[in-house]
């Protein structure tokens, strides 16, 4: 392992390595990824992989809009079918949304996104197998999709490596040292790199990241569990989403359905379990809204970590009293499909100490202040 870089990134996810691979675009040499274990074994290589930008603050709808617009090119940039598809997402809006839901489609319509409320029926025309009796109406983005994860962080690994980067996978992070309020070294399980910018990319385990330097950030890791059925012929375009039962499923380009259901009496903690729970409401409330789904056969399940800040938006940018400590974590659910545009930023401010959309609104340091937070959350 290398004793020195210019960049230490902690977190081998689709941040530490989109991160890398920006950073690397850009001119930076010498940078480091320090993986505990292999690339995508955290929050990404877990995750259903959906690509929306029907958010309710105008930061996250940013950060997705510019997201999508690099998404849209990412494939060909990295020389890899990261399997995007644009079907749209549906969010399902039941009566008591819909009131709310209108407001937001005009917050989302001013900064240029083009959702739009629509009708039970049009929701139908969308998805012929949707049951619309429960239902109200539905909003609707078609440029909102899903990508395949494990294709688009190793894609810019292989990116990021073959431009320089160096990543350390199996090598655990086991402290940082500063100096006078300057970081200067971070130590692993196989030797200690001297450097003066760390990048904290460690998904749900950024916050004992940022702890060894003294640094409180207020992060909770939540389970969320998911599943992947038997691959059936194409007869679902976009994402499926319900903010009131937490659900969301989309049909991948193998034909598999992914879905997962948030459970709202989940505590906090680092249990990565399956539970016999999440098979029963997942089911019973995928087949509520598509009943034909219950003829499905689940081909497995599995969990992992939602990385939850207060108000449910991403915490980015430097940290005030540790100089070259830079923050890429606490997505609430969400970071993957944010990731083009984030990591773009953080290496913006790395190199230019400047970024091309602002962020000072998402660093820590707003956690002081009031909050005002995103509401379209699986929680
Ligand atoms: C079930 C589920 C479904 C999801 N669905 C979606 C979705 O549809 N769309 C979406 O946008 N987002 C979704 N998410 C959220 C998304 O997966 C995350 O926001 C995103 O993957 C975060 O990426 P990351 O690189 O920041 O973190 P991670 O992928 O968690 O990477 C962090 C890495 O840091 C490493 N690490 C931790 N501690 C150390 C240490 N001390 N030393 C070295 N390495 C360390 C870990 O091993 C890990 O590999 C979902 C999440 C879950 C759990």
């Given at each position: 392992?290398?004793?020195?870089?210019?960049?230490?990134?902690?977190?081998g996810g689709v941040t530490g390595c989109g991160t890398a691979y920006n950073l690397?675009?850009?001119?930076?040499?010498?940078?480091?990824?320090?993986?505990?274990?292999?690339?995508?074994?955290?929050?990404?290589?877990?995750?259903?992989?959906?690509?929306?930008?029907?958010?309710?603050?105008?930061?996250?709808?940013?950060?997705?809009?510019?997201?999508?617009?690099?998404?849209?090119?990412?494939?060909?940039?990295?020389?890899?079918?990261?399997?995007?598809?644009?079907?749209?997402?549906?969010?399902?809006?039941?009566?008591?949304?819909?009131?709310?839901?209108?407001?937001?489609?005009?917050?989302?319509?001013?900064?240029?996104?083009?959702?739009?409320?629509?009708?039970?029926?049009?929701?139908?025309?969308?998805?012929?197998?949707?049951?619309?009796?429960?239902?109200?109406?539905?909003?609707?983005?078609?440029?909102?999709?899903?990508?395949?994860?494990?294709?688009?962080?190793?894609?810019?690994?292989?990116?990021?490596?073959?431009?320089?980067?160096?990543?350390?996978?199996?090598?655990?992070?086991?402290?940082?040292?500063?100096?006078?309020?300057?970081?200067?070294?971070?130590?692993?399980?196989?030797?200690t790199i001297k450097t003066n910018v760390v990048v904290n990319a460690a998904g749900p385990h950024s916050r004992d990241i940022a702890a060894m330097?003294?640094?409180?950030?207020?992060?909770?890791?939540?389970?969320?569990?998911?599943?992947?059925?038997?691959?059936?012929?194409?007869?679902?375009?976009?994402?499926?989403?319900?903010?009131?039962?937490?659900?969301?499923?989309?049909?991948?380009?193998?034909?598999?359905?992914?879905?997962?259901?948030?459970?709202?009496?989940?505590?906090?903690?680092?249990?990565?379990?399956?539970?016999?729970?999440?098979?029963?409401?997942?089911?019973?409330?995928?087949?509520?809204?598509?009943?034909?789904?219950?003829?499905?056969?689940?081909?497995?399940?599995?969990?992992?970590?939602?990385?939850?800040?207060?108000?449910?938006?991403?915490?980015?940018?430097?940290?005030?009293?540790?100089?070259?400590?830079?923050?890429?974590?606490?997505?609430?659910?969400?970071?993957?499909?944010?990731?083009?545009?984030?990591?773009?930023?953080?290496?913006?401010?790395?190199?230019?100490?400047?970024?091309?959309?602002?962020?000072?609104?998402?660093?820590?340091?707003?956690?002081?202040?009031?909050?005002?937070?995103?509401?379209?959350?699986?929680?």
């Amino acid at each position: 392992m290398k004793e020195r870089a210019n960049v230490v990134i902690i977190g081998g996810g689709v941040t530490g390595c989109g991160t890398a691979y920006n950073l690397a675009k850009r001119g930076t040499e010498n940078v480091i990824i320090v993986e505990k274990n292999f690339l995508c074994s955290g929050a990404t290589g877990r995750c259903g992989g959906g690509i929306r930008q029907q958010f309710t603050t105008e930061a996250n709808i940013k950060l997705a809009m510019e997201s999508v617009r690099l998404f849209e090119g990412l494939s060909e940039e990295l020389d890899t079918d990261i399997e995007y598809e644009q079907g749209g997402y549906l969010i399902i809006t039941y009566e008591e949304e819909v009131e709310q839901f209108k407001k937001n489609v005009k917050l989302q319509n001013t900064l240029g996104l083009k959702s739009r409320f629509i009708t039970p029926e049009q929701a139908r025309e969308i998805v012929p197998l949707l049951n619309i009796e429960p239902i109200a109406g539905a909003t609707f983005c078609p440029t909102d999709g899903h990508a395949n994860p494990f294709r688009v962080t190793h894609a810019y690994a292989k990116k990021a490596r073959e431009m320089g980067v160096n990543i350390e996978k199996f090598t655990e992070v086991t402290g940082i040292e500063t100096q006078d309020g300057q970081i200067t070294a971070v130590k692993t399980n196989k030797g200690t790199i001297k450097t003066n910018v760390v990048v904290n990319a460690a998904g749900p385990h950024s916050r004992d990241i940022a702890a060894m330097v003294g640094v409180d950030l207020p992060l909770k890791p939540y389970r969320h569990e998911i599943l992947v059925t038997e691959p059936i012929e194409h007869v679902l375009d976009p994402m499926i989403i319900s903010f009131k039962t937490g659900i969301y499923f989309s049909q991948q380009k193998c034909g598999a359905i992914i879905g997962g259901i948030g459970d709202p009496e989940e505590p906090p903690s680092y249990n990565v379990e399956g539970s016999l729970k999440f098979m029963k409401r997942m089911a019973k409330t995928m087949i509520e809204l598509v009943p034909a789904f219950g003829h499905l056969n689940v081909l497995r399940q599995w969990a992992g970590l939602y990385d939850v800040t207060p108000d449910a938006q991403p915490i980015l940018g430097w940290t005030e009293g540790v100089d070259g400590f830079c923050q890429a974590n606490g997505y609430s659910g969400h970071g993957f499909m944010i990731a083009p545009k984030v990591t773009e930023l953080i290496s913006e401010l790395i190199v230019d100490g400047k970024t091309s959309m602002p962020i000072d609104d998402l660093n820590v340091k707003r956690f002081e202040g009031e909050i005002v937070g995103e509401a379209y959350v699986v929680g």
